[in-house]
């Protein structure tokens, strides 16, 4: 289904403005977390739980996709950066003696700005789209 056609659905959804906006926003948090793999899981949970769309969470969160993912994570660690005050977040590497051990070793100083960024960017982003995905139900609805 394109994304187009994924966005005209979520219009059509017979819920009130608030609920396909609340479930549209919570996906697009859940997209956005550092849980990578188990986004689509948690929406889902997520969703059963208050009882919001599942259709709806899971179209949020897939903003979060294999064409995003690296933008959306780099920018929510240099954001997570700043929050911090981490330096050097992009340290020099030797790629001719790269191992998994010193991977972890040269860049285990990004978790915390990369856990805080992703927090930040997803909280403001899912509020951002709850605003603009209500106002988009409501004017579609007339």
């Given at each position: 289904?394109?994304?187009?056609?994924?966005?005209?659905?979520?219009?059509?959804?017979?819920?009130?403005?608030?609920r396909v906006?609340?479930?549209?926003?919570?996906g697009?948090?859940?997209?956005?977390?550092?849980?990578?793999?188990l986004?689509?899981?948690?929406?889902?949970?997520?969703?059963?739980?208050?009882r919001?769309?599942?259709?709806?969470?899971?179209?949020?969160?897939?903003?979060?996709?294999?064409?995003?993912?690296?933008?959306?994570?780099?920018?929510?660690?240099?954001?997570?950066?700043?929050?911090?005050?981490?330096?050097?977040l992009?340290?020099?590497?030797?790629?001719?003696?790269?191992?998994?051990?010193?991977?972890?070793?040269?860049?285990?100083?990004?978790?915390?700005?990369?856990?805080?960024?992703?927090?930040?960017?997803g909280?403001?982003?899912?509020?951002?789209?709850?605003?603009?995905?209500?106002?988009?139900?409501?004017?579609?609805?007339?």
């Amino acid at each position: 289904m394109k994304t187009r056609d994924r966005l005209r659905g979520l219009l059509a959804i017979d819920d009130p403005p608030r609920r396909v906006a609340m479930a549209f926003a919570v996906g697009v948090f859940i997209g956005m977390s550092p849980l990578l793999g188990l986004h689509t899981v948690l929406a889902l949970l997520i969703a059963w739980a208050f009882r919001l769309n599942r259709f709806v969470a899971i179209t949020g969160v897939y903003i979060t996709n294999p064409w995003t993912i690296v933008p959306i994570y780099a920018f929510s660690t240099w954001v997570g950066g700043l929050i911090t005050g981490a330096d050097n977040l992009i340290p020099a590497l030797d790629w001719n003696h790269m191992t998994m051990q010193t991977l972890i070793k040269d860049m285990g100083h990004l978790l915390v700005p990369f856990l805080v960024g992703t927090t930040a960017v997803g909280l403001i982003s899912g509020a951002l789209s709850y605003i603009i995905i209500k106002k988009a139900v409501e004017r579609a609805r007339g």
